[in-house]
């Protein structure tokens, strides 16, 4: 999108701020003067960390590794949270304030390093920056893919105004239950709003996902399902509503990597989460995907995600498959 193009978007985004609807929660608070919304965030983002991460699907870490930028805080507060460090510790990431302009720096480092691309880790509470800090990259040189990496509890609005800025949509679809959501992530809502945010990305992208010469996604939608202990997540009716609702050719990336932190690993409301999802519950969740005739994507495999899979994840070794090579 050039310049001209995408400056107004920037504005009309950044004119969320003043009274923030930038999410489903809609606080109403002005960042733009100082006042902090309900997800802790205020006018500057916030960025935890960023490098190259080869964790991810491989084709998007590829072989020189997905540029991704960790904001900190977030609009959920899930109990469970693997990054909840950096996600739900406000006061301690106040430290970690950026300007726009070095945000954009970032950005040009990572393409300097070889990434493939640049995704922005928990985006939905800093839309508006992470669109200004687009702009500001893109005329000096920034010519990598988007990828907005979100938990889908995200404003229709705000996405319409991001299409043509993102190129890829990684959203995760973390619950079918409205209770679930609120019990275990402290919103209300979840999959009404998650469900929208989705087709309205699915809207923008379509089911192809779009790869270059060499294997990379350059354009698509691919939705990530977390296989949660004793089916939190309603992980069938998740599958139902997108084979019936978006189509069996829209690709999904089922997860294995589910272990016991935060306040799930401790705290007795949240027993259901306390142990690691077992062998037979992923393998039944594998094979929801041939039942139901999910096409596309890929999936974790369950031995190396249970060894070694952690937020940090670094090792070139990539622990996903290609669905098709499950069927």
Not at 35 to 43: D, F, V
Request: net charge negative; with cysteine; charged share 25%.
């Amino acid at each position: 999108m050039q310049a001209k193009t995408l400056r107004p978007r920037v504005e009309a985004l950044e004119e969320l701020l003043r009274s923030c609807t930038v999410c489903p929660k809609d606080c109403g608070n002005d960042r733009i003067a100082g006042e902090i919304a309900a997800c802790y965030s205020g006018r500057l983002p916030v960025v935890s960390s960023y490098t190259a991460h080869f964790g991810e699907e491989p084709c998007l870490s590829g072989t020189r590794g997905a540029g991704n930028i960790f904001f900190g805080n977030c609009n959920l507060r899930c109990v469970y949270c693997q990054n909840h460090q950096i996600s739900q510790t406000w006061k301690e990431q106040k430290a970690n304030e950026v300007s726009h302009e070095r945000l954009a720096e970032m950005m040009l480092e990572l393409q300097s390093r070889g990434c493939h691309n640049v995704g922005f880790i928990s985006p939905t509470h800093f839309a508006p920056q992470m669109a200004r800090t687009i702009l500001l990259a893109a005329e000096q040189g920034f010519n990598l893919p988007i990828v907005y990496n979100t938990n889908a509890y995200d404003s229709v609005a705000v996405l319409r105004l991001l299409d043509g800025i993102v190129d890829i949509y990684l959203p995760d679809l973390k619950y079918a239950d409205a209770a679930a959501g609120f019990q275990y992530s402290k919103v209300r809502d979840y999959p009404t709003f998650a469900r929208a945010a989705i087709k309205e990305m699915h809207r923008q992208m379509g089911s192809k996902l779009n790869f270059d010469a060499g294997g990379l996604l350059k354009r698509g939608l691919l939705i990530r399902l977390l296989v949660l202990p004793n089916d939190i997540a309603g992980l069938e009716e998740n599958l139902r509503w997108i084979r019936e609702e978006l189509g069996p050719q829209t690709a999904v990336s089922l997860m294995a990597q589910y272990y016991p932190t935060h306040k799930a690993a401790t705290d007795p409301r949240y027993i259901l989460l306390s142990r690691r999802t077992s062998e037979r519950e992923w393998f039944e969740a594998a094979a929801l995907l041939e039942d139901l005739g999910i096409e596309e994507g890929f999936m974790q495999e369950y031995e190396s995600a249970s060894h070694y899979y952690r937020p940090d994840f670094t090792d070139k070794e990539k622990p996903f498959k290609d669905i098709r090579d499950f069927q």
